[in-house]
């Protein structure tokens, strides 16, 4: 079946503009993460859906990040007033759900804030 | 919180094992994994390990978990040219969210 998906793969945004980036998770997923990686790093996690559960932030860096999900499908996360420390590749993950310990990976959105 | 450490990176020759290595510092971790990220994709699972196990072994690859220790191993034997990529470690327990290593880059030489 198909696996999780991201678009766009890659964007260029000037500082200081708005982006949003998507993601499809494998369908019936209940559980979805996104995770940063900046160059030569290892994934930062930011935000975790898990079903009609209230999302845990613990890891967006800034109130300029936010992240939606509608019902256990697509979600999307923002990033408001973009700046250059925000160019990363932003990894989206999806799992099966309580007692499901597989993540799979999406390809990632290359993010270049100029 | 969990930290992950890994080396960063290991160069083998074609045919040679290969292994690298982890730790973690939270004892209550319940689940280990081994990811592998090629250049310009996601993270593939290979496998994971559940902390009340001490190996487990899938065709090429063994994962040896050292509980005691913190440490985890993941060893690739008889290492080709396409097991070449970033190799991620990580950790989780019952939060669901792992804490990942910063990658050791696997570099496999003729």
């Known amino acids: 079946g198909a696996g999780v998906s991201q678009s766009p793969s890659n964007k260029v945004t000037e500082k200081g503009k708005d982006v949003e980036l998507r993601c499809d998770p494998i369908?019936?997923?209940?559980?979805l993460y996104w995770y940063r990686q900046r160059l030569g790093q290892g994934l930062e996690f930011l935000i975790y859906f898990q079903g009609n559960s209230a999302p845990d932030k613990s890891g967006l860096p800034s109130d300029r990040f936010s992240a939606e999900r509608t019902g256990e499908s697509v979600s999307t996360l923002t990033i408001q007033r973009t700046q250059q420390e925000d160019s990363a590749v932003y990894l989206c993950?999806?799992?099966?759900?309580?007692?499901?310990?597989?993540?799979?990976f999406g390809p990632g959105t290359r993010l270049t804030v100029t | 919180g969990e930290d992950v450490e890994q080396s960063l990176f290991l160069s083998v020759r074609e045919g040679d094992s290969s292994v690298i290595n982890c730790t973690y510092t939270d004892s209550s971790s319940t689940y280990l994994y081994w990811y592998k990220q090629e250049p310009g994709a996601g993270l593939q699972l290979l496998t994971y390990?559940?902390?009340?196990?001490d190996m487990k072994q899938d065709q090429r690859l063994t994962v040896l978990l050292n509980k005691k220790d913190k440490h985890l191993s993941l060893r690739i034997a008889d290492t080709q040219t396409g097991d070449s990529a970033i190799y991620f470690c990580a950790a989780g327990g019952g939060s669901y969210i792992p804490t990942f290593g910063r990658g050791t880059s696997l570099i496999v030489h003729p």
């Open positions: 390990i559940f902390s009340n196990m």
């Open positions: 993950a999806s799992r099966g759900g309580r007692g499901n310990y597989e993540q799979y």
């Open positions: 369908s019936g997923h209940t559980a």
